[in-house]
């Protein structure tokens, strides 16, 4: 079965800086790859997602890149806020198959002003 | 869009008790998912279900644990007796391609 491994653990940058998550996958039939964004005391918020059929996708200070043939993806953010301060999900799926998704184990992200 | 609802928010019981936690996924969304948080073991898929149907439960903990999904608007996830190590928060999403959104969990208290 699919396996997805998030690193690194914790990070920690200054404000303004920019953030990389990376995660890894073993199946290479999956080909959906959500973020999501916990904040404390609340579930897991998707944040931008890609599909294998795209290597990178950009929203305002978050992009994702995909790389398939290293079956590796990266969540990115640029011009870090405190209020980016969460735990962030990578995932791993087959798009429309309608089964659960494979997280990884979260990586605790701080923002220091 | 109310999103994904779930009840109770807190629930504080007593070892032994039973608990019933509810959902209420987004209407149209055919998939329901419930999941555990803990420290120590992260975000566990416990059961999904796809149009009301059981589909994969190999991450219910044991027999204590039982899921239903009665209709497409409704799901329930009991713990009967319940223990201390059960004491996490559980969460319900819902999907209707591969996109879950998450409600924002039940935290459980077993004392």
């Known amino acids: 079965g699919e396996n997805v491994e998030q690193h690194p653990s914790t990070l920690s940058v200054q404000e303004g800086d920019s953030a990389v998550i990376k995660c890894t996958y073993s199946d290479s039939a999956s080909n959906y790859f959500p973020w999501y964004k916990q904040e404390l005391g609340k579930g897991p918020q998707l944040i931008i997602d890609?599909?294998?059929?795209?290597g990178e996708k950009k929203d305002q200070r978050i992009a994702v890149t995909l790389n398939k043939t290293a079956k590796h993806f990266s969540l990115h953010i640029t011009e870090t806020q405190p209020e980016d301060s969460a735990v962030y999900f990578c995932?791993?799926?087959?798009?429309?198959?309608?089964?659960?998704?494979?997280f990884g184990k979260g990586t605790k992200l701080s923002v220091k002003p | 869009d109310a999103g994904v609802i779930q009840s109770p928010r807190h629930e504080v019981t007593e070892m032994g008790q039973e608990v019933t936690l509810r959902c209420k996924p987004i209407?149209?969304?055919?998939?329901l998912f419930w999941y555990r948080q803990t420290m120590m073991r992260g975000l566990e898929l416990l059961i999904y279900?796809?149009?009301?149907?059981?589909?994969?439960d190999s991450g219910m903990p044991e027999d204590r644990f039982s899921a239903k999904m009665p209709n497409a608007s409704f799901s329930t996830l009991k713990i009967q007796p319940s223990e201390p190590r059960d004491s996490a928060v559980y969460f319900c999403?819902?999907?209707?391609?591969?996109?879950?959104?998450f409600g924002p969990g039940t935290r459980l208290t077993v004392l």
């Open positions: 209407s149209g969304h055919n998939s």
């Open positions: 995932a791993a799926s087959m798009w429309g198959s309608q089964g659960n998704l494979i």
């Open positions: 279900f796809n149009n009301n149907v059981p589909i994969d």
């Open positions: 890609i599909r294998s059929n795209v």
């Open positions: 999403a819902s999907s209707t391609a591969s996109t879950q959104y």
